[in-house]
């Protein structure tokens, strides 16, 4: 069993910043991929940027040059540096990763941004 705890979000000015965290825990082998995705009030969840057990990142292009993804040393942890952030950046941060082909979610940290 695979778990999935995010940290880090609350409320901020526009032009401010955030920084989420995201621990994995349980029976970890090998996590191929490690991202975050974000549900605003009645649209559909996407995805805000992803990095691959080499390091390849990849982003949302509305997020290109504010935010930034990473992964701790012991590589069950990754984080997501959000800067200049927008009233439009407002939704709920959800962790995932891929572990042995198997989707896992965490249960979700709440971003606001305030004009």
């Known amino acids: 069993q695979v778990q999935l705890v995010e940290s880090g979000g609350g409320l901020v000015e526009a032009g401010g910043s955030l920084r989420l965290s995201c621990a994995v825990s349980?029976?970890?082998?090998?996590?191929?991929?490690m991202g975050w995705y974000r549900q605003a009030p009645g649209l559909q969840r996407e995805l805000v940027a992803h990095?691959?057990?080499?390091?390849?990142?990849n982003y949302a292009d509305s997020v290109k040059g504010r935010f930034t993804i990473s992964r701790g040393n012991a590589k069950n942890t990754v984080y997501l540096q959000m800067n200049s952030l927008k009233p439009e950046d407002t939704a709920v941060y959800y962790c995932?990763?891929?572990?042995?082909?198997?989707?896992?979610w965490g249960k979700g940290t709440l971003v606001t941004v305030s004009s």
């Open positions: 995932h990763v891929v572990h042995f082909n198997m989707d896992y």
């Open positions: 349980g029976t970890i082998f090998n996590i191929n991929v």
């Open positions: 990095i691959s057990s080499g390091g390849r990142t």
